[in-house]
């Protein structure tokens, strides 16, 4: 199956700085990636996506980043806000069924 | 819309026993899903349905069921509940099954068993 995996379990940033959060997959033949955000005690929320066609997507605060090359993902948060506080999941699409890394515990700091 | 909505938020059952988890979207979507997560892990396919009548196994199904009779519904089922099924349940729905098109979660069942 495919295999998602993240560099760093949790990242803690200081309110108002920048957040990368990293993801990296084994299948090459993945051409649609997910980023989505969990809050204790709810669903995962749909944050920003990118199809392997391209390499930089921006959203509001939020730019996804893809190195086909290298099997990687990141996602970048601007200017985080307490309210970034939370677990988040890059996904990889196969044909309509999700596979899930692991999650980043994001902490912010005030 | 109140989306997908799951019962019950939160269950305690002992190995054995079993018990439906309810799911139901408002959003006239075709696919539905089943996940479990497991505590520090990401989320695992369990069950999807692509419409109604129509049910395939993901990458977990063992131990599990689910039917799919509407549109709205997609109930996941436990016949002999055992440890290894302790973990939180989510239930999401998309409109269709292609690239682009999210995938909405429920706000997840917390099933323990003892």
């Known amino acids: 199956g495919e295999s998602v995996g993240l560099h760093l379990p949790t990242l803690s940033v200081q309110e108002g700085d920048n957040s990368i959060i990293n993801c990296a997959y084994s299948?090459?033949?993945?051409?649609?990636f997910i980023w989505y955000k969990q809050e204790s005690g709810k669903g995962p929320q749909f944050i920003i996506d990118i199809r392997s066609n391209m390499d930089k997507r921006q959203g509001q605060r939020v730019t996804v980043l893809l190195n086909k090359t290298v099997k990687h993902l990141s996602l970048q948060i601007a200017a985080t806000q307490p309210g970034d506080s939370a677990v988040y999941f890059c996904a990889l699409s196969n044909d309509y069924k999700l596979s899930f890394g692991a999650g980043t515990t994001v902490t912010v700091r005030a | 819309n109140a989306g997908v909505t799951q019962t019950p938020k939160f269950r305690i059952l002992k190995i054995g026993q079993s018990m439906t988890l309810q799911c139901t979207q408002d959003?006239?979507?075709?696919?539905m899903y089943w996940y479990r997560q497991d505590p520090g892990m990401g989320l695992k396919l369990i069950y999807y349905?692509?419409?109604?009548?129509?049910?395939d196994k993901g990458e977990v199904p063992n131990g599990y069921n689910v039917s799919r009779s509407t549109t709205e519904d997609f109930p996941l089922r436990l016949e002999l509940a055992a440890p290894s099924q302790t973990s939180v349940y989510f239930c999401?729905?998309?409109?269709?099954?292609?690239?682009?098109?999210?995938?909405?979660f429920g706000p997840g069942t917390r099933l323990t068993v003892l």
């Open positions: 999401a729905s998309s409109l269709s099954g292609g690239h682009g098109d999210t995938q909405y």
């Open positions: 349905s692509v419409g109604a009548g129509i049910t």
């Open positions: 959003m006239n979507h075709n696919y």
């Open positions: 299948n090459s033949a993945s051409d649609y």
